[in-house]
């Protein structure tokens, strides 16, 4: 070993040097050193020795009664201002997504919430709307009333369980007084003179068909507010009643009651009734009912859940009906559609895109109808309609009389001869009544390709 200073030779256990007299330290003496040299400058420092300490959980998430009923009233309150039909809450990414349907689009209202925001807007919605808060696991119904701005808005509340969460959809039921007037709903006057001349039979089936959120139920109410005067007993069951009216005897559906819609429909003939309106049910045997009524001398409203007129009859040949009961029932059907109208605030520029969905029109519809595609129109867009071009809905109708084709029901004739009777005959179908609303300038092409062809 070498001094490190004169580098002159030592003795392996030397500490000092002689010749220079300097300190040597052995590899492990001078390791010891850095350490106790180390913990004296840790000693001598002013700053505290760092502690790790394990990471603190957040504190768990807490919701006031309060804040739940704001976080509702705030959505009710938007629904109502945007004009949106429908009130989605949807379990999504853990937690839950919110979405109205405005004018028949769906469209995102409000950032998504936690899984504890979920849990607790569903026990207050379900409360407020009387139904049971513990049961997630089954299909609900009910009715929420909600008074604001000095008015009362009525929802139809659904939930169904879904594979992440439970979901729930508020229905707005907010009728125009003005909508329940036939004239106002966008008949022609062709088709409103027949409509009424059929109001006057003594009996028979009415059905009104079309898609959900096609505006049935406020046609049904429409018909029903003409037959509603002082010699007519007009008694509805309903499952559940969407609106009140004055003079009408509303009888609903109340499954937790026994009030069964075959135990409510026994009683109703029972009651005298000239007119009955049968609303939406879930429960079997209800065209079956409604056609052996209205044999027995009433007059009988009923919807079905199909496109067109023509697949009314269909439906009732397959449930299986006689052909010659199906002539003597039925009266009339009316199929409908909503479709958005063409805002009148928006500059109306040329639609460039008619030919592309005139295209797509004739490739799944016959139609003789001629457009100069040019004269077209559609929304330019302003701060009304939110820039889409598009403000509110009109009502296009399919009416469809059945006493020309009584006799080939009766025969059992194939569907399409029936059908195309009808049109021999003037009375249009519903692509033609679209189409003549795009003449019209109510509408666009691309709405009647959305809404009739492709629904």
Sequence with gaps: MKCPVCQIELTETAIVCPDCGASLALPDDFLGLLVDTNTKANRQNDDPPVSVSP???????TITPAEVQKKINDLLQLTLKEGATDLHLEPYNGGMRFRFRIEGVLKECHPPLSAMWAEQLLYRLKLMASLDPHRDEIPQTGMLMYKWEGAEHRFRVTTVPAFDGEKMVLRLFAPDVQLLNLAS????????????????????????????????????YALVTHLNTTDMNVITVEDPISWHIEGVNQMAVVHEQGLSFQRIYKTVLRQDPDVILIGETEELAVEKLAVDTSLTGHIVLSQMPVRFAIDAIRHLRDYPIHNDVLAESLLLIIAQRQVKRICPRCEHIPDDQAAFWWRKI???????????????????????????????????????????????????VALEAIESTIRDLGHPSLIERGLAAVQDGRTTLAEIYRQVITV
């Design 55 to 61: 990471a603190t959980p957040p504190a768990p998430e």
């Design 185 to 220: 709903l966008g008949f022609s006057m062709e088709q409103l003179d027949r409509v009424r001349q059929t109001l006057e039979r003594p009996h028979g089936l009415i059905l009104v068909v079309g898609p959900g959120g096609s505006g049935i139920t406020t046609t049904l």
């Design 362 to 412: 004739q490739d799944h519809a016959r139609t003789h109808r001629n457009f100069d595609l040019a004269e077209l129109k559609k929304g330019a867009g302003c701060a009304m309609c939110q820039y889409s071009g598009y403000y509110g809905r009109t009502g296009i109708f399919e009416v469809f009389p059945i006493d020309p084709v009584r006799e080939m029901i009766r025969k059992g």
